[in-house]
């Protein structure tokens, strides 16, 4: 049964993905979370997250000139995953998750944004990917704060899309480390993990053939909505 749930999961979180082209760790980490820790969770998610997050970013025109301009986000989430991991938070981990999916499907349902006037980058990048990192460290999702960071920041498409693939793709191999030296990312966890990229790739063609048959927007209300229930069910629990 636990091989089943967590294949369900994957086509799910992967299904997701498939249709709105996010979302994939946030869902699996959500769902795993309800069965296990969530950085239990987080180390099944490491090889999907990193395989579709690498394929993100190498899809963009302009590598290098993000890198230039948010490398100081990017070693800020490491800097955050590695405080996580030495403030030992993993007991009120489920809580963080729930404030941390309820703030997710406030902002997708609300379509609220902030707005960072480029005068302001020098400081509010870094203490958004070092917060990032930290919540990272404690729940396996990367996607708080950073995504709304640079959606205020009005990147065109393509940009926003490869910037989010390089703070996944960052954070990612940051949170491998972690559970690698607390003993979470093991030969099984690995194996486990390889394994869990089949029905998460499964589940992107889906999505993908779904995407063509459906209103995107209907599916973005009911994957927030979806979102906001599972977080208050972690703050209950």
């Known amino acids: ?9 994957f086509i799910v979180a992967g299904l997701v993905k498939g249709v709105t082209g996010m979302g994939l760790p946030t869902v699996a980490i ?27 970013l190498a899809a963009g025109p302009a590598l290098y000139p993000l890198w230039q301009r948010f490398r100081w986000v990017m070693l800020a989430i490491c800097a955050g995953v590695a405080a996580a991991g030495m403030l030992g938070a993993a007991g009120w981990s489920g809580a963080v998750l729930g404030v ?40 396996g999702v990367f996607v708080m704060p950073v995504a709304p960071y640079f959606q205020a920041l009005n990147l065109d498409k393509d940009d926003l899309v490869q910037a989010l693939g390089m703070a996944f793709t960052v954070g990612t191999v940051a949170l491998a480390a972690l559970l690698a030296i607390h003993g979470e990312w093991h030969a099984s966890a690995a194996g486990n993990s390889v394994l869990a990229l089949l029905p998460a790739i499964a589940g992107m063609q889906l999505g993908q053939w779904l995407r063509g048959r459906m209103q995107p927007a209907l599916f973005r209300r009911c994957f927030f909505l979806a979102l906001l229930a599972l977080g208050a069910h972690q703050l209950l629990r």
Do not use: C, K
């Open 100 to 139: 941390a999916l309820l703030a997710y499907g406030l902002l997708g349902l609300t379509g609220w944004r902030l707005h960072v006037a480029p005068r302001h980058e020098r400081w509010a990048g870094p203490l958004a990917g070092a917060t990032t990192g930290m919540m990272a460290g404690v729940t």
């Open 30 to 56: 959500a769902l795993l979370s309800l069965r296990m820790a969530p950085l239990e969770a987080a180390a099944l998610l490491i090889v999907p997250s990193a395989v579709t997050n690498v394929w993100q």
């Open 1 to 9: 049964m636990d091989i089943l749930f967590i294949a369900v999961v």
